[in-house]
């Protein structure tokens, strides 16, 4: 899971989607294409949001997404179209390439990027938590039938 600080969108994302899948079977990890929050804790709007849907993503660390992480990881779920370009810049090959996914890029979604709620209020993270947790019930459910 990507997103630009790894603060916001991507900690709920990296939650929300090992409360949804097998843990042993999927190593689940975010980062961001920047490094303005690199080794800080998630933003405390991210945890109440997380929280308040039984998720815990207190421990989680910001770190800066890394060309080695196209070895690490099968598919890597991006939040918008910048960020999609700022991950491919690091892909050295059309495989690499083919692991990055906007996250609400499946069928009957309305839109395709999760806006950064960094600058909104709680009901935009209130928003982010649903529109990340839709993608998900549509790729996990792929990836679990993928085992």
């Given at each position: ?99 990055v996914k906007l996250i ?14 960094y600058y909104g209020g ?26």
């Amino acid at each position: 899971m990507v997103c630009l600080g790894n603060i916001c969108r991507s900690p709920l994302a990296e939650g929300i989607l090992r409360s949804k899948l097998l843990k042993t079977y999927f190593f689940i990890d975010s980062a961001g294409t920047s490094g303005f929050h690199n080794g800080s804790a998630p933003d405390p709007r991210s945890i109440e949001v997380a929280q308040k849907n039984g998720i815990n993503i207190d421990n989680q660390k910001s770190r800066p997404f890394r060309a080695d992480d196209f070895e690490s990881f099968d598919l890597i779920f991006v939040m918008d179209s910048s960020n999609h370009r700022n991950v491919l810049k690091y892909a050295k090959s059309e495989i690499e390439r083919q692991k990055v996914k906007l996250i609400l890029e499946y069928p009957g979604s309305k839109t395709k990027e999760v806006q950064d709620p960094y600058y909104g209020g709680d009901k935009r993270f209130e928003s982010v938590f649903k529109l990340i947790d839709a993608g998900y019930d549509y790729h996990s459910q792929r990836l679990i039938k993928s085992l």
